[in-house]
């Protein structure tokens, strides 16, 4: 079983900069992929980004690409999303994931099968 607890999350002005983390814990395998998602209101879960968690391939939805960094530390069994130049459609609720997706299923939420509970990111303007 994994478990991945969320912080980070907040209100900043656009233009602002957070950080988030993910913190995995309970039996984790190296192998496993390491995924942000995020829902507006009204919005289907998007993708987000995506890390590799063995060989550090990255993903980024083009929305959020030259913004935002996917990063992870597996010592600490944690991966982070550093946003940078927030803008207010950045305003979500920020979900961690994890999976074994293959090429095609990386940015796509049936290819995780652990979440965490979410947490909420607010880019005011």
């Known amino acids: 079983q994994v478990q991945l607890v969320e912080s980070g999350g907040g209100l900043v002005q656009a233009g602002g900069s957070l950080r988030l983390s993910c913190a995995a814990s309970?039996?984790?395998?190296?192998?496993?992929?390491m995924g942000w998602f995020r829902q507006a209101p009204g919005k289907e879960r998007e993708f987000v980004a995506a890390i590799r968690w063995s060989g550090g391939t990255t993903y980024y939805a083009d929305s959020v690409s030259g913004r935002f960094t996917i990063s992870r530390d597996n010592a600490k069994n944690t991966v982070y999303l550093q946003m940078n130049s927030l803008k207010p459609e950045d305003t979500a609720v920020y979900y961690c994931a994890t999976g074994s997706p293959d090429t095609l299923r990386v940015a796509t939420r049936r290819g995780y099968d652990f979440w965490g509970q979410g947490t909420q990111v607010t880019v005011s303007s």
């Open positions: 309970g039996r984790t395998f190296s192998s496993r992929t």
